[in-house]
């Protein structure tokens, strides 16, 4: 179990083999702060170790999934040489992109910035039919930091990730789906249920093939095909030598 210290911005609860992981900042939009930072990467560390978790589910508490960096704490670090060797010690976007157990991206309200890049760290998107989503951070003169110059154009292509980080533009829900940053939209009083649900699914796949799977696609992006078909024959090679204990 994560530190008691944890759940003041991020909250954490099992339930069965799903790990409910809920941003918990609702007054300011969930933005992402140092507090949330230290309990994320807690939590993450204990869902990844956790023997009895096979899937989670990321989500927010309040109006919004999250409003990207908390701007109120922009440039007050003491010492930004610290603060720095202090985030790549915290590597909470590396953890999570390489989880060896499916995320669920249970996203509503405003998902921009920083969030929308969480969300698309995770391996499936869903979302409330009120979700909005955008990337304003080339309007204040930034780059997604988050990884999202990456994850964006593997998930919908380099035309359209260039379009929404160059201009800024929002999407909604549904626009979203039609380009490929979600999987699906539902109604928002149904999002907790939903998601749950698709975690739920997630758990039946025997936890190594998990591994195999997210490793074959997600290590595929950055080969050649010739390469990335002879991962895919060794893996499945694999898998078919070890089926009995995956059972």
């Known amino acids: 179990m994560p530190p008691a210290s944890a759940a ?35 939590i993450l560390q204990a869902v990844r170790d956790d023997p009895e978790v096979r899937a989670a589910v990321l989500r927010g508490n309040g109006p919004a999934f999250c409003t ?14 610290m603060a720095r060797q202090v985030r790549w010690q915290r590597d909470v976007w590396g953890l999570l992109s390489s989880m060896p157990k499916p995320v669920v991206a249970a996203v509503h309200g405003y998902t921009v910035g920083g969030g929308l890049e ?17 990337y304003p951070e080339s309007g204040l003169g930034m780059i997604p930091g988050v990884a999202g110059t990456q994850t964006t154009g593997r998930a919908i292509g380099l035309g359209r990730a260039l379009d929404l980080v160059l201009t800024g533009r929002w999407l909604d829900a549904r626009a979203a ?24 699914e997630l758990c039946k796949v025997p936890s190594p093939l998990v591994k195999r799977l997210k490793h074959a696609v997600n290590a595929g992006l950055d080969m050649r095909l010739a390469d990335g078909l002879a991962l895919e024959k060794r893996l499945k090679r694999l898998s078919q030598r070890f089926i009995e204990p995956l059972n």
């Open 118 to 134: 969480m969300a698309l760290l995770c391996d499936v998107c869903i979302a409330a039919a009120n979700a909005r989503f955008g």
């Open 177 to 200: 789906l039609r380009v490929g940053l979600v999987t699906r939209v539902v109604p928002r009083r149904q999002l907790r249920a939903r998601a749950i649900a698709l975690a739920r």
């Open 8 to 42: 003041r911005a991020v909250l954490f609860e099992k339930d069965a083999a799903v790990a409910l992981i809920t941003l918990n900042r609702p007054r300011v939009l969930n933005a992402y702060n140092v507090a949330m930072r230290d309990a994320l990467y807690e």
């Open 68 to 81: 990207g960096g908390d701007v109120r704490e922009f440039g007050t670090a003491p010492s930004p040489v």
